[in-house]
């Protein structure tokens, strides 16, 4: 059963960080893409950054390059999320998302969602 948990979320002020992580099991690390995406209350979720587990590619929505990062750790099969020069439009429920790479391009992964989803955890900005 493929399982994702997600934690790191927290209550920031403008311009500060916060690091995601999303642990992964039931699945090989290596042959799947996994996601960050956020939602807030009343919107679509929206894809934020997205990493291959069989070789590190990355992929950005444009709102968040230069500010955020996505890496991984194979051994540890997790994905962070480093989150820096926060802004209060990134304020939302952050989630994990995992789908076979299977062919799919990360964009695309990114821009129409993953199979599989985390519970989500919430990042608040203030102002």
């Known amino acids: 059963e493929v399982q994702l948990v997600e934690s790191g979320g927290g209550e920031v002020q403008t311009g500060g960080s916060l690091r995601l992580s999303c642990a992964a099991s039931?699945?090989?690390?290596?042959?799947?893409?996994i996601g960050w995406f956020r939602q807030v209350p009343g919107k679509e979720r929206e894809g934020v950054a997205s990493i291959s587990g069989e070789d590190g590619y990355t992929y950005y929505d444009e709102s968040v390059k230069g500010r955020f990062t996505i890496s991984s750790d194979v051994a540890k099969n997790t994905v962070y999320l480093q989150m820096n020069n926060l802004r209060p439009g990134d304020t939302a429920v952050y989630y994990c998302g995992a789908n076979p790479l299977a062919g799919y391009g990360l964009g695309w992964l990114t821009i129409y969602g993953m199979e599989h989803w985390g519970k989500g955890t919430l990042v608040t900005v203030s102002s």
């Open positions: 039931g699945f090989t690390f290596e042959d799947y893409a």
